[in-house]
């Protein structure tokens, strides 16, 4: 059974960082991808692309509406991927999910995962 677990949300003032974790256990993922997709209130039907990592070449891709702020990352050996977000804003605000896919490269969207977490609350003050 391959969990993912979020952690690292919380609350921040505009500009400030956080950084999001996401754990994998059940299976090592050599292969696939990885990505963070948020849901911002008021539009819980709509899963936006964040950033996404292909597994087994390390190759990111960013949203443009969060490129230069945010970074993401993994961690082969620990099974762990993060989202480094930097100089926050408001309408960053969302629940944050990671997703996974076990076959293919990175993808915008959420159709194409095949696991999911339960999603870390990020909310930004102005």
């Known amino acids: 059974q391959v969990q993912l677990v979020e952690s690292g949300g919380g609350l921040v003032q505009a500009g400030g960082s956080l950084r999001l974790s996401c754990s994998v256990s059940?299976?090592?993922?050599?292969?696939?991808?990885m990505a963070w997709f948020r849901q911002t209130p008021g539009k819980e039907r709509e899963f936006e692309f964040v950033a996404g990592i292909n597994w087994g070449s390390g190759s990111t891709y960013d949203a443009d509406s969060v490129k230069g702020r945010f970074t993401i990352s993994r961690d082969n050996a620990k099974n762990m991927l993060y989202l480094q977000m930097n100089s926050l804003k408001p309408e960053d605000t969302a629940v944050y999910y990671c997703?996974?896919?076990?076959?293919?490269?990175?993808?915008?969207?959420?159709?194409?995962?095949?696991?999911w977490g339960q999603g870390t609350q990020v909310t930004v003050s102005s």
């Open positions: 059940g299976r090592t993922f050599s292969r696939g991808a």
């Open positions: 997703a996974a896919r076990v076959v293919g490269v990175v993808t915008s969207s959420r159709y194409n995962y095949d696991y």
